[in-house]
């Protein structure tokens, strides 16, 4: 496992544009790929984006496809990975967490299967 830490949430205004952050530590951090995730309240937890940090392969939801983005020069070459919001809308509201899985050569979607999880940070979009 590696231990991870998110930055970055707060209250914004529809439209406008927030960057989470995931700080990781740990000496397997190198062989680990990275995923966001959120939960709104009353949801499910949902798959938001992911990215093999070795060949900088990126995948989103398709609900924050266009919208969101992970900086791959950070992920590959730092030990945070970053997720880029713009454009965001009142539906974006929720805990965001950042999630960690030993390299698996596929990007991997499914929330179980990560083995490291930050502790959250809250994102709130007003309309």
């Known amino acids: 496992q590696v231990q991870l830490v998110e930055s970055g949430g707060g209250l914004v205004q529809a439209g406008s544009s927030l960057r989470l952050s995931c700080a990781a530590s740990?000496?397997?951090?190198?062989?680990?790929?990275m995923g966001w995730f959120r939960q709104a309240p009353g949801k499910e937890r949902e798959f938001v984006a992911a990215?093999?940090?070795?060949?900088?392969?990126?995948?989103?939801a398709d609900s924050v496809k266009g919208r969101f983005t992970i900086p791959r020069d950070n992920a590959k070459n730092t030990n945070t990975v970053s997720l880029q919001m713009n454009s965001m809308k009142p539906e974006d509201t929720a805990v965001y967490y950042c999630a960690g899985i030993r390299r698996t050569g596929v990007i991997v979607t499914d929330g179980a299967r990560y083995d490291s999880w930050g502790q959250g940070t809250q994102v709130t979009v007003s309309s």
């Open positions: 990215i093999m940090r070795n060949s900088g392969s990126t995948y989103y």
């Open positions: 740990g000496r397997f951090f190198s062989v680990y790929d």
